[in-house]
């Protein structure tokens, strides 16, 4: 990916300068973007409904081989086993800070958490862990790779599910939490483990963020994430219609907003990008990805996110990736905002 540009070198005058020319250009872009777009999304056309579904595939494509993972996906992996349909299994919710190996509670102080289920089987006593993340970590499931062959933003952007056996208890409940939700039979565990690999196969990309109008409960949603909580709470609710009953235990949930008036359509790949594309378009959408690189330290992930204050903040622009569609968010205050919401288990 292109390096990172300097900020704030040179002499105040420069800085003004260059300054005053970023604003003036930055309003050319969004005159031409809508210029762009205005056909596409002009009057006449049925209203959007919100907020736009996921997009499920008929299968799940293999990685690209230039997409490689600082950390390997579930190093440990095990089929999901099928049980006897009178055994007893115990479900656990886990939930530990992001990246708790590497730095401790340091994201829990944020509230910034990663969601798991558990199950212990009572026949056996054997204990299993399931969860769903990101293939590639989670910068490349954010930001694209802007890579000099390539005339499109290059994405590697896959999250799946990872099941394997026992359960770190020292890593769930030093920082996090490792509670009993539910008890459900074997014949039960056996009908959630083929829902998931139906799952899994169909829903292969990993989505941050969640962007609605507005802060607040009942407002316009515009996306929806698709992440490791949303994955845990999709198996709650599939479990439920097979009958388990959970107990009244609070559950709390990390979610990262961004919040901007009614989005617009711009297009995908192809049209963006392809030999018949919209130059100029294109050229705007790469100039906001241009400052982010992948494999961040947690340091460099938080400074990439000050790189496009400006552009977020200042100027209310957002070019989003869903779907594997772009689309343009008018931003409004506050912007983004990081949230851990109740949100509670079926039938509590």
Not at 202 to 220: H, L, N, R
Not at 222 to 234: A, G, M, Q, T
Not at 257 to 262: N, P, V
């Amino acid at each position: 990916m292109e390096p990172v540009k300097n900020v704030g070198s040179g002499t105040g005058g420069q800085r003004g300068a260059r300054a005053s020319a970023g604003r003036a250009l930055r309003r050319w872009d969004l005159l031409l973007l809508w210029l762009a777009v205005a056909p596409a999304s002009g009057g006449g056309g049925a209203r959007r409904h919100w907020p736009v579904p996921y997009k499920r595939f008929s299968f799940r494509p293999e990685p690209d081989p230039y997409c490689q993972a600082k950390y390997t996906f579930c190093p440990t992996s095990s089929p999901i086993p099928i049980m006897k349909g009178s055994d007893v299994i115990e479900v656990f919710r886990l939930q530990t800070p992001v990246w708790e190996f590497k730095y401790g509670n340091l994201l829990g102080h944020l509230k910034i958490m990663h969601d798991a289920i558990g199950f212990r089987s009572t026949l056996t006593g054997k204990n299993y862990t399931m969860e769903w993340y990101e293939l590639f970590q989670l910068g490349n499931c954010t930001f694209p790779h802007l890579r000099p062959e390539m005339d499109a933003p290059f994405w590697c952007n896959q999250g799946a599910a990872c099941f394997f056996e026992g359960i770190d208890d020292i890593h769930w409940k030093e920082n996090g939490t490792l509670t009993l939700v539910a008890t459900i039979s074997g014949n039960t565990f056996n009908k959630m483990a083929k829902w998931v690999k139906q799952d899994n196969e169909t829903g292969i990309y990993y989505e941050t963020w969640t962007v609605q109008a507005s802060p607040g409960k009942g407002v316009e949603t515009w996306f929806e994430s698709y992440d490791c909580s949303k994955f845990v709470l999709r198996t709650y609710e599939k479990l439920a219609e097979l009958g388990a009953k959970f107990k009244k235990v609070e559950t709390n949930y990390t979610r990262i907003f961004l919040y901007s008036g009614e989005p617009t359509y711009l297009g995908n790949e192809t049209s963006i990008f392809g030999p018949t594309g919209n130059k100029t378009l294109a050229s705007v959408i790469k100039r906001f990805y241009y400052p982010f690189k992948p494999h961040l330290s947690m340091k460099e992930f938080l400074w990439s996110l000050l790189q496009i204050f400006d552009s977020v903040v200042m100027h209310r622009q957002f070019y989003l990736f869903y779907n594997f569609e772009y689309w343009f968010l008018p931003m409004k205050f506050p912007f983004i905002k990081i949230t851990y919401e109740e949100i509670p288990l079926p039938n509590t």
